[in-house]
């Protein structure tokens, strides 16, 4: 008796077009980079408002180093806020290299302290 061949289609072409074609959607997919990174894109500031300096306390965050009406701050930031009144204006300058991962530390601290009249400003260069 004779033997029946099957006969079967060969898949290597099937293999090599799935595999041609896992090889383009990986080189053409766009992979997310930073997800957890928050970009901020600081306005320019052209102009000033007229403050009285009894008014307010400004704070300038620059290279990540804290300042306060231009000197340094040499204390830490609640002690010198406890001598100040909670309705007291606390304009915030910040540069441009300035992360969000900086400024909301700093936001949170004040405003734990009592302080509720922030302003977010962009540095002039």
């Known amino acids: 008796m ?3 061949e099957y006969i079967s289609p060969d898949i290597t072409p099937l293999i090599d077009i799935v595999f041609l ?4 959607f990986l080189v053409s997919s ?4 930073e997800e957890n990174h928050l970009q901020i894109n600081l306005p320019q500031t052209k102009g000033e408002k007229i403050i009285k300096k009894d008014e307010m306390i400004k704070l300038s965050l620059k290279e990540e180093k804290l300042f306060i009406n231009d000197k340094k701050l040499e204390v830490p930031l609640e002690l010198f806020l406890q ?3 909670k309705n007291l204006a606390i304009h915030i300058y910040i540069d441009k290299q300035t992360t969000y991962e900086t400024i909301l530390p ?3 601290k004040i405003s734990q302290l009592g302080f509720e009249n922030l ?3 962009g540095m002039q260069n």
């Open 2 to 4: 004779k033997r029946r």
């Open 30 to 33: 766009v992979f997310k980079k």
């Open 21 to 24: 074609l896992l090889i383009f």
């Open 106 to 108: 700093l936001l949170t």
């Open 119 to 121: 302003h977010l400003m």
């Open 83 to 85: 001598n100040y009144q």
